[in-house]
């Protein structure tokens, strides 16, 4: 439990202020005031505008089977360091990152 306190609250004051400004607008997952309606609304937006466009088109659903775990820590790390400045939130993210030997424990439990 208190992990995940933890990861909420460096997620919510680190992370979110940092990555957020880089993601499109159709990225409405784990977004405040975003979420399964605003995802409904867009792929009724998309869906008539390609509708339209092409007549004939296709939408390809997926899933990528164990695709936290397959992400580079080193890779990650790189990337968050140009975007958090402030060396003690990213040991704090480090920590969490480098708690996990086979990539990233999100979407499921420990």
């Known amino acids: 439990m208190q992990d995940k306190v933890i990861n909420h609250l460096v997620a919510r ?11 499109l607008d159709v990225n409405v997952a784990s977004r405040k005031d975003l979420g399964t309606k605003e995802g409904l609304r867009l792929y009724m937006e998309f869906h008539r505008v390609c509708k339209v466009k ?5 939408i390809l659903k997926c899933d990528v089977s164990k695709f936290f775990a ?13 975007r958090i400045k402030d060396y003690d939130a990213l040991k704090i993210i480090f920590d969490i990152i ?3 030997k086979n990539g990233l424990s999100i ?3 420990n």
């Not at 004051?13 to 993601?23: G, H, K, R, S």
């Not at 092409?54 to 296709?58: A, E, F, G, R």
């Not at 397959?70 to 140009?82: A, E, N, V």
């Open 13 to 23: 004051f680190i992370l979110y202020p940092a990555i957020l400004p880089c993601l």
């Open 107 to 109: 979407g499921y439990s």
């Open 54 to 58: 092409y007549n004939k088109y296709y």
């Open 70 to 82: 397959s992400i580079d820590h080193d890779i990650l790390k790189d990337k968050l360091k140009r």
């Open 98 to 100: 480098d708690n996990e």
